[in-house]
């Protein structure tokens, strides 16, 4: 499903269901969770192996994927990438820097938020529109989306910026209805090739009780003028 929110030079990979989980870990991984909890290392475990396999997809060997010192993923030179997982599904997205320069997932349960912690990751001028949508049963949940979409954008610009948002610094603008949704960076935004990396557009679905989110920042093309929106290449 992840791959239907992604632009061409994406390369994904998912599962469903209890996945590989820590069996599918090579043994520098192993290294890394000495001391996780079972459930980590099967999230762990899942989340690499799906990695792995769209990292193939880039033509890249089966290698380990380490850590960096804040935690995340060592992609790879010249690839970017981006691991989500929930209940029952996980999935990772990867690209080469020379097509993106940063790229975000985020996967849930379709499911409402539970009471009062829309109140805590949202803006009033978003709730507007979180509180207008249905909020379970065969609808979209909009709280839940709000956060997902949200998760994606802190994903998505953490690499370029090593800067982590709250959930304040940033505002989804734009009511996600035709399955996009925009974002503006409410803190000073890095610049990556010549552009300012404030907004931040992505695309989300429904589906079999999941709810994804993704968002892309190209990278920079001969001739883009400054103040292009990042995130909105090919989809």
């Known amino acids: 499903m992840i791959e239907r929110l992604l632009p061409a030079p ?12 820590a069996e599918g870990l090579l043994p520098a991984e192993e290294a890394l969770l000495v001391r996780a909890v079972p459930k980590r290392r099967r999230e762990f475990g899942s989340g690499r192996e799906c ?21 995340d993923p060592r992609w790879p030179p010249g690839v970017v990438g981006s691991i989500t997982h929930c209940p029952g599904y996980c999935a990772a997205a990867v690209a080469r820097t020379a097509d993106l320069v940063s790229v975000g997932i985020d996967a849930e349960v379709n499911e409402p938020l539970s009471p009062g912690v829309i109140e805590l990751v ?31 954008v802190f994903k998505a610009f953490f690499p370029l910026s090593r800067q982590e948002l709250s959930f304040q610094d940033a505002l989804i603008e734009a009511a996600p209805e035709g399955g996009r949704f925009e974002a503006r960076v409410m803190v000073p935004a890095p610049r990556v090739g010549g552009r300012t990396v404030d907004r ?21 093309r001969p001739g883009r003028a400054e ?3 990042p995130g909105t290449g090919p989809s």
């Open 122 to 152: 949202s803006r009033p001028e978003e709730r507007r529109w979180a509180d207008a949508g249905p909020r379970g049963g065969s609808g979209v949940c909009w709280d839940r989306l709000l956060f997902s979409a949200k998760e994606a």
């Open 10 to 21: 994406v390369r994904s990979a998912e599962t469903r269901g209890a996945g590989p989980g």
């Open 200 to 220: 931040l557009a992505g695309r989300w679905l429904v589906e079999d009780g999941l709810l994804l989110t993704a968002v892309t920042v190209p990278a920079a």
């Open 227 to 229: 103040g292009a929106r």
């Open 51 to 71: 990695a792995r396999r769209a990292l193939v997809g880039l033509g890249l060997p089966r290698d380990p994927l380490l850590r960096t010192r804040d935690g």
